[in-house]
T-cell receptor, first 115, second 113 residues
C-alpha cells in the first residue's frame, strides 16, 4: 500500500543555516507526484514544491529544493538560508498514480528556526 | 483571489447534532476533496469529487456525507456529530486533468462536546 513516512517529529535549525526534512515513500506505481506543504501556526496549508516521478531534475522553488532519489524512494525537502518565518509544520505528500485524485500525507515535521 | 473558501472557521457542536461545513472555490477546479487533520496523523482523505454529480469515498468516510451539485461547491455534512469527529477539516481543490497540485482552504476547527 502507498505510504509516506516522515521520521523526524521535530527539528531545530539556526537562522541562516540550511536544513533537510526527510520524507520516504512507498508505492508500486511508476507515475506519481510528490509534494511538500507548509503549515504555519495560523493553520493554513501552503503549497511549497512539486516533483513528478518522471522529472529528471530536482525541483526548486526559491529557497526550497526537493532532493529526489527515486531508487531510495526519498523526497527530502531542503530549505536553504533558514528564516524565522520558516518555523512551521511541514508535510510531505504523494499523489497516487496518474489520473487519480487520492493524495496521502505524512505525519509532518515541526521545524523551529532559532535566532 | 478568493481561491478555496471554507466556512465556518470555528464551530462547537454537541454530540448528536448535525452540521454542514461549506467549501467553495472560484478556480473552476473539477476536483475537490475534504481532509481531516488530527495530531500525529497528518491529513486523511474523507471524501472527494471529480466533478459535479460525482463523489467517492476516501480513507475515513464514516459519519460524513457529501454532494456536488455545482462545480464551485462541495459541502461536508456531519450527520450525527461524535467527539471522535473533533478535528481540523480542510477542503482542497485542483484542476483536472492536467493539474497536479491541490490547494487548500484555511481550515475549519470543529469541536464536538
Amino acid at each position: 500500500a502507498q505510504k509516506i513516512t516522515q521520521t523526524q517529529p521535530g527539528m531545530f535549525v539556526q537562522e541562516k543555516e540550511a536544513v533537510t526534512l526527510d520524507c520516504t515513500y512507498d508505492t508500486s506505481d511508476q507515475s506519481y507526484g510528490l509534494f511538500w506543504y507548509k503549515q504555519p501556526s495560523s493553520g493554513e496549508m501552503i503549497f511549497l514544491i512539486y516533483q513528478g516521478s518522471y522529472d529528471e531534475q530536482n525541483a526548486t522553488e526559491g529557497r526550497y529544493s526537493l532532493n529526489f532519489q527515486k531508487a531510495r524512494k526519498s523526497a527530502n525537502l531542503v530549505i536553504s538560508a533558514s528564516q524565522l518565518g520558516d518555523s512551521a509544520m511541514y508535510f510531505c505528500a504523494m499523489r497516487e498514480g496518474s489520473g487519480t485524485y487520492k493524495y496521502i500525507f505524512g505525519t509532518g515535521t515541526r521545524l523551529k528556526v532559532l535566532a | 483571489n478568493a481561491g478555496v473558501t471554507q466556512t465556518p472557521k470555528f464551530q462547537v457542536l454537541k454530540t448528536g447534532q448535525s452540521m454542514t461545513l461549506q467549501c467553495a472555490q472560484d478556480m473552476n477546479h473539477e476536483y475537490m476533496s475534504w481532509y481531516r487533520q488530527d495530531p500525529g496523523m497528518g491529513l486523511r482523505l474523507i471524501h472527494y469529487s471529480v466533478g459535479a454529480g460525482i463523489t467517492d469515498q476516501g480513507e475515513v468516510p464514516n459519519g460524513y456525507n457529501v454532494s456536488r451539485s455545482t462545480t464551485e461547491d462541495f459541502p461536508l455534512r456531519l450527520l450525527s456529530a461524535a467527539p471522535s469527529q473533533t478535528s481540523v477539516y480542510f477542503c482542497a481543490s485542483r484542476a483536472r486533468p492536467s493539474g497536479n497540485t491541490i490547494y487548500f482552504g484555511e481550515g475549519s476547527w470543529l469541536t464536538v462536546v
